[in-house]
């Protein structure tokens, strides 16, 4: 059985390749391995120096995460084992990094003595993303390589930096051009230290990078400050704010322990099991039945955007950033150019934010070409997605016309947010063609895209429609077809009873507070303002509500002219066009139809609340689950983190169903039912795991 780590002799130096594919994951076996590879080194009298790089596409991806439920991490060698052998080498250690050098695969080499990597690797701590800190001195030894301010950056932030940012930081001894041959760099690096004069300092011993924060010990107090809007709820990112502190006003050892401690605390932790879950999430939902890596995709080089409305605009945008060109095409030229004027905007406002160049702009705008000629945009599109208005009369008069006028190998899409996809489906002569792509308003900016799989959309298209959406910087997830698709239709289930809450006794400030402070960014009054109340209302003239009462304040505050943030008064009042500030009105307005309703308005606590409005959306989701709409639960954590804001340190609402206990959610549920018959009838699924003592996470169709 093939080592998963590699030892060859090259000129004297003593070669330690990792080869555990995919992303040579510090488990268990390749640390015994790389142990064993580094004894062999060290009895070896005509090795002199070692190199220690990765095989396949990557240096490493750090810990193996899979071991955290185990505690295999834990076991001998560890991390910590491998960095002291490395670390205390009477023999030069050099690291020679491609690819991504990520976490432990970072924390390794920096206790390498030099450190090489090939043009454009990857390199960072990103344990924070997964609700940890560096666990293996990456928080006591980068700030020793790089300085503090740059150390704080790499870890609070987990993102990586290239190798071409790492060498002026200090953090690489050399970057190697691409073609170059990185070991040999490597090799050549080690003999120099193992025939200088003075050997080479361990980074645990370098201290001078630490003065400038040791004069300013207020540093991390302000780093906090900065950091609270952004991190509001999570716990890794203040700790290893911490554990940099340390590494300041500690000695190494203390530092050191001080970081383990934080370590383990956080990676038992709700955060960080939540975390994880989520990173095996997003990769997880690239799993689709029936589309495997050797499904044919078709090529998108060029896209048409049928709608220069706000969904319109928004998805030629995100071609646009793609690099990808784009037509956009509208019936009349007056809302031709009030599109592409928004289009403008909308690029204008980043630019004077400075989050785009101005070159960028015009490059993005130059991708984008109106049109109103609908014939010519369509005849030659590799892609056509249409975001006219939600009427099904309309969209199947346009598909109808695609039908005749595209290429036999274009996809053709429709934005709907709730219309039957087959039935538009239904009147071309290419159904396998056809598919629902569900982008979230504003479509330039939220990152999630419900693809809808039709009952004849062909595996060819889908896998053709997931990979656009990786290109569009987009979380694709598919669902099946159903009243409103898997996004919207949980939500109506959390939103309804929102209306319910403050007919019964609670007010929209309160319902918000309650959901503010359970993590979202905004509570559904608040989101209701920002998305309009006028265009929530025009949809359920137009189609409609899923079956059953829904409270009717809603269509008073659209009859009062209270449209939301655009009119500066909807659910609060907007004095600076964002804050929402409780308004009298609204309030009386809410007291008369509980009246109306005859409804004994009662004091409703704050988990009532919660419950009433999260648990709802738990139950449609079951039900979503077992109809076989989305793949796996973990799909529908995706969705609620990406398309309304959950809070990403709570893993999702099913994730947080299965920590509450499925058993507590139904009890609760029930204890509801009771009270509303018409409603919240718990889903066969929830009263099926709860008997068998079942998790969500746990469940699958199959
Ligand atoms: N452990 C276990 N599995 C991993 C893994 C890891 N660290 N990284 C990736 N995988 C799996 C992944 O689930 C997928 O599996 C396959 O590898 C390909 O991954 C002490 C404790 C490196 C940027 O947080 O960010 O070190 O789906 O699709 O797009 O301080 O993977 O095929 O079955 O993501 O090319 C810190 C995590 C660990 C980095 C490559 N490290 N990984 O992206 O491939 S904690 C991280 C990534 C730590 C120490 C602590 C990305 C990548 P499957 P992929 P990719």
Known sequence: MSQPARFERIDGVGVVTLDNPPVNALSLELRISVRDAFAQGMDDPQVGAFVLTGGGRMFSAGADITEFESGRSNESPTLRDLIDLVEDSPKPVVAAMHGNAMGGGLELPLACHARVAASGTRIGLPEVNIGIVPGAGGTQRLPRVVGVQAALDIIVSGKPITAEKALPAGLVDEVVPSGGDLVAAAVALAKRLATSATPPQKTRDRDDKLAEARANPGLFDDY???????????????????????????????????????????????????????????????????????????????????????????????????????????????????????????????????????????????????????????????IVIEAVFENMDLKREIFDKLDKLCRPDAVLATNTSSLDVNEIAAVTSRPQQVLGLHFFSPANVMKLL???????????????????????????????????????????????????????????????????DFGFPMGPFAVGDLAGIDVGYKIRQHRGIPEGRYSDIADKLYEMGRYGQKTGKGWFRYEDGRT????????????????????????????????????????????????????????????????????????????????????????????????????????????KLAKEGGTFGGWSAE
């Not at 952004?230 to 970081?259: H, N, Q, T, W, Y």
């Not at 309030?587 to 704050?606: A, P």
């Not at 793949?631 to 609620?640: H, K, M, N, Q």
Request: proline share 5%.
């Open 224 to 382: 906090r400050k900065s950091i609270a809007r952004r991190s509001r709820g999570f716990e890794a990112p203040f700790a290893c704010i911490d554990c940099v502190e340390a590494a300041v006003s500690k000695p190494f050892e203390e530092g050191l322990k001080f970081e383990r401690d934080t370590f383990q605390t956080l990676r038992t932790s709700g955060q960080a099991k939540a975390l994880r879950h989520v990173f095996f999430a997003e990769r997880q939902v690239t799993k689709v039945r029936g589309v495997g890596p050797d499904t044919k995709e078709l090529p998108i080089r060029k896209g048409v955007v049928l709608g220069c409305g706000t969904m319109g605009g928004g998805i030629a945008m995100c071609f646009a950033n793609a690099g990808i060109p784009v037509t956009v095409r509208e019936h009349e030229q007056a809302a031709l150019d009030r599109g592409m004027d928004v289009i403008r905007k909308n690029y204008a406002a980043t630019v004077s934010k400075g989050r785009m160049s101005q070159e960028a702009m015009d490059v993005c705008m130059g991708l984008i070409t109106p049109t109103l000629d609908f014939d010519a945009a369509v005849t030659d599109a590799d």
């Open 580 to 687: 929402p500030i409780p308004d009298p009105e609204v309030t009386e307005l809410i007291l008369e139809t509980s009246k109306r309703l005859g409804i004994q308005r009662r004091e409703i606590s704050d988990e009532e609340i919660l419950q009433r409005c999260m648990y709802p959306l738990i139950n449609e989701g079951a039900r979503i689950l077992e109809e076989g709409i989305v793949e796996r639960s973990s799909d529908l954590d995706l969705i609620w983190l990406y398309g309304y804001g959950f809070p990403r340190y709570r893993g999702g609402p099913m994730f947080w169903a299965d920590q509450l206990g499925v058993k507590h959610v139904l009890g609760v549920l029930e204890a509801f039912h009771e009270e509303q018959p018409d409603w919240l009838e718990p889903a066969p699924l929830l009263e």
């Open 450 to 516: 419900e693809i809808v799989r039709g009952e004849k959309t062909s595996p060819e298209v889908l896998a053709t429609a997931m990979s656009l959406s990786k290109k569009l910087g987009k979380v694709g997830v598919v669902v099946g077809v159903c009243d409103s698709f898997a996004a919207n239709r949980s939500l109506y289930a959390y939103t309804r009873q929102a209306g319910f809450l403050i007919e019964e006794g609670a007010l929209p400030e309160q319902v918000d507070r309650v959901i503010t």
